[in-house]
Every structure is written in structure tokens, then in C-alpha cells.
């Protein structure tokens, strides 16, 4: 009796056991919680920070938003991290790094980059407030439709991501971007029109879809 007495107060004490080292565990995930980034993504990087790594957004196309956000015609903005050759500000950073790409899908994701034939480089940004604009200069390599919202879409996009700002434009040259993508009369946020129909005629000298070759 004694020894069966003895054999449960020992299963007692290793049950008490468990439930005490159950409920350190949970404390301590509780405590390692109040570090995590909110549901959605990590925190918003700071413009102006000095970074060795930074994101660029690419194109998931025909992806529906399930990679990231919906945008163009029916793709999705998915953030692809890069080094920086020297550590800069994040911003200035980020924009660079996807002006310097010249492959048509990265190699690593395979993710599309519309602007792989674009020869543009930054030429200055000035922010006021939530405001930024952005100066370029070169040449934008004019594709279709759907290519010509993706390249709006994804440099708007690097430079959104950061804390502070909610409104970007884009010019090259000293004019708009988004008119040489989209046209004079195309209001912010408009969809492009829909891809012309394999076989219709092509103007001599025009892009892909019809449309002129913006150079310098």
C-alpha cells in the first residue's frame, strides 16, 4: 500500500510539473507577442533610415491580389528584398535598386518587371509632408496597356511602402509619368483599356500595343 501510495504521489508531482511549465511557456509567448509586427506585414520603414537592404515591388500577373495587392490588370505587387551596393537612405535606396534591374522577370522569384527595358535613373525627390515627388530622367520603354499601368503601379508602390507618405508622382524630364503611361486623360487610379486583338494592325514605329515609343 505505502508503495502504491509513494507511485501516485510521484505522478501527482510530475502532472503538476507539466501544468506549471505549460503556463511559463504561454507566459513568455505572451510576452514575445508585444514585439511582433501587426497583422499585414512588418513595420513601415522609415524613409530617410539608412539601410543595407531594402524592397522593390514586382509583378505576379493575373495573380488576383493573392501575392500581394491587386493592381493593373489583375496582377499582384509582391515585395522582393535586394541588397544595396552601399548603405543609403531606404527610400532613395529602394528606387534605385528598381531603376537598376534589367532583366525582364527576376531571377530568384520570377516575378515580371515592366520596367526591365526602361532606361531611367533618379534624378532627385522632394517631399513635402505626406507628398513625394519623384524626378527622372531617360527614357520609359512603352509597352501595352496592362505593361504601362504595371510600371506606374510598382514604382508607386516602392516608394509608398514607407511610414509618412501617402501620395506620390512620378515625372521624367519635367513631365508626368502617369501621362506618358496612361495618357493625358487618364485620372489617377484609372484602369488601362483592354489589350488590342492578337493580329490588329501595328502603326510603324510603335510599342507593342500601338502606342509610341517615349525616348529621349
Known amino acids: ?35 511582433v509586427a501587426p497583422a499585414g506585414g512588418d513595420p513601415l520603414p522609415e524613409p530617410a533610415a539608412t539601410a543595407e537592404r531594402v524592397r522593390v515591388f514586382l509583378i505576379a500577373t493575373q495573380d488576383g491580389g493573392r501575392a500581394g495587392r491587386e493592381a493593373a490588370c489583375g496582377d499582384s505587387l509582391v515585395p522582393v528584398e535586394v541588397a544595396l551596393p552601399r548603405p543609403g537612405p531606404a527610400l532613395e ?40 515627388k519623384v524626378r527622372l530622367t531617360g527614357y520609359v520603354e512603352l509597352g501595352n496597356a496592362c505593361d504601362n499601368s504595371r510600371m506606374l503601379a510598382q514604382l508607386s508602390e516602392t516608394a509608398m511602402q514607407f511610414r509618412g507618405i501617402s501620395n506620390v508622382s512620378f515625372e521624367v524630364d519635367g513631365r508626368p509619368l502617369r501621362s506618358l503611361l496612361l ?16 493580329g490588329a494592325p501595328v502603326s510603324p514605329g510603335a510599342g507593342p500595343s500601338g502606342q509610341p515609343l517615349t525616348t529621349r
Do not use: K
Open 93 to 132: 535606396g529602394a528606387l534605385r535598386a528598381l531603376l537598376a534591374m534589367t532583366d525582364p522577370f527576376d531571377r530568384a522569384s520570377g516575378l515580371l518587371d515592366p520596367l526591365y527595358a526602361s532606361r531611367l535613373e533618379l534624378a532627385g525627390i522632394e517631399r513635402q509632408g505626406a507628398q513625394v
Open 1 to 35: 500500500m505505502a508503495r502504491g501510495r509513494e507511485r501516485r504521489g510521484r505522478e501527482h508531482r510530475g502532472v503538476w510539473r507539466l501544468v506549471v511549465l505549460a503556463l511559463l511557456l504561454g507566459l513568455s509567448c505572451h510576452r514575445a507577442g508585444r514585439t
Open 183 to 198: 495618357g493625358d486623360a487618364a485620372p489617377p487610379g484609372a484602369m488601362p483599356p483592354p489589350e488590342p486583338a492578337p
